[in-house]
């Protein structure tokens, strides 16, 4: 047997074992940790909605002693990204994400003793140019979030949109080579308090104490087209429109009910000139979205609590460690849908953040909150905040 056949034969056994390995390779997900540890500490000339960050300021109840000062660790996030490999032409990915903020519940929780929030836990597929996403992630409704070092990212004061549970389809493709077009639309969970029927009760009838949003039997439906387009800048535009219905139902310990509805339209821009600088912004109009951070978080209304609002941010990356961003945002329900409570909310805020070291920066954040009340004296808060953060 000459060496040349020897050889043949070596090298088509070879390929057999090795497509025989490949061939029974089963499908395995791959795991990648990120995450960030988080150290904030923040003073405040008056009381703020959650003391650790701020959603609106609260009423004065000692003028001139209600100066607080917060520090907390519990920003500190930390999520898994999985990457799915040998699933063919099938792309499969997901994420589980936790933070430490299970207390803003309600929940009576030493600060000390903080305990898991999930924040994210969802997988998708996606195939030529469709998605299909399962899980809890963030709403499809304004989809851009401003630059703070505050945690609640001008929530409650201009920007809305939050995470719950979902199964959305998404369809991207591109218009021409520089510009990416999305189409996204989903069913998601209405998520809502226990109102009381505004019709006359009967004796002894009461709200039956579950969340109206579950009590409507039919989950809320949120879309969102999205279009961003480079530029030779590098750079780049984004823009797009997004929107929100949803339906939920107050009923009674005696079986008699009464349907009210939340929604929304609202747009969003991102602007970035070049790579160094930039602008982002969104603006809303809706009702009954104290779900999902509008109204100032007000409780739902039966017979609507209209709302408008929006935010401005800006940011220049001054040096490779250093990076300033300003911004402004206001959340103005409206007013003959209520009696009382917050009526206005609004923020201007600007900080500077630096690297200290690789993946180790530090942040100043200055911001003047002003929260209106109805039939009640306005509110403001000077609130001075830094940061120290070490990303993994």
Not at 247 to 266: D, I, P, R, S
Not at 271 to 286: A, D, L, M, Q, R
Not at 290 to 311: K, Q, Y
Not at 365 to 375: M, S
Request: hydrophobic share 40%.
């Amino acid at each position: 047997m000459n060496k040349r056949l020897i050889w043949s034969i070596s090298a088509i056994v070879i390929l057999i074992l090795v497509g025989s390995v490949l061939a029974t390779e089963k499908p395995s997900v791959d795991l990648k940790w990120y995450g960030y540890f988080k150290l904030d500490g923040a003073y405040d000339r008056n009381m703020t909605s959650h003391g650790n960050f701020v959603m609106w300021v609260q009423p004065e109840t000692q003028p001139g002693h209600d100066n607080q000062f917060n520090m907390t660790a519990n920003e500190t996030r930390f999520g898994v990204n999985a990457t799915g490999m040998n699933y063919g032409n099938i792309k499969v990915s997901g994420k589980l994400e936790f933070d430490l903020y299970a207390s803003i519940t309600g929940s009576t929780i030493a600060e000390n003793k903080a305990m898991l929030q999930l924040r994210h836990a969802y997988f998708s597929l996606e195939s030529g140019h469709w998605k299909l996403t399962a899980g809890q992630t963030w709403d499809l409704i304004s989809p851009l979030n401003p630059s703070t070092l505050n945690y609640s990212v001008l929530w409650g004061v201009g920007n809305i949109g939050y995470r719950r549970p979902q199964l959305s389809v998404w369809y991207n493709f591109k218009s021409d080579k520089n510009t990416d077009v999305t189409l996204a639309g989903g069913i998601f969970r209405t998520i809502g308090t226990d109102l009381t029927p505004t019709f006359t009760l009967a004796l002894g009838e009461t709200a039956e104490g579950a969340d109206d949003g579950t009590d409507a039997a039919i989950p809320s439906f949120q879309g969102l087209l999205d279009v961003t387009h480079k530029l030779a800048s590098g750079g780049q535009i984004r823009a797009g429109v997004s929107a929100l219905t949803g339906k939920l139902q107050a009923e009674t310990n005696q079986g008699n009910v009464q349907k009210y509805k939340n929604w929304v339209m609202a747009g969003h821009l991102q602007f970035n000139p070049t790579k160094t600088y930039g602008f982002s912004g969104e603006i809303y109009k809706g009702s009954n979205l104290g779900s999902f951070f509008g109204n100032i978080l007000r409780a739902s209304e039966v017979n609507g609590s209209a709302d408008f609002g929006g935010w401005f941010s800006s940011w220049v990356q001054a040096t490779s460690k250093m990076q300033f961003s300003a911004g402004y945002g206001m959340d103005d329900p409206d007013n003959a849908d209520f009696a009382s409570g917050r009526s206005r909310n609004s923020c201007v805020y600007g900080n500077v953040r630096y690297a200290l070291a690789p993946q180790v920066t530090v942040g100043l954040e200055l911001a003047n909150w002003v929260t209106n009340y109805k039939n009640a004296a306005s509110v403001k808060d000077f609130r001075t905040q830094s940061s120290l953060i070490l990303s993994f």
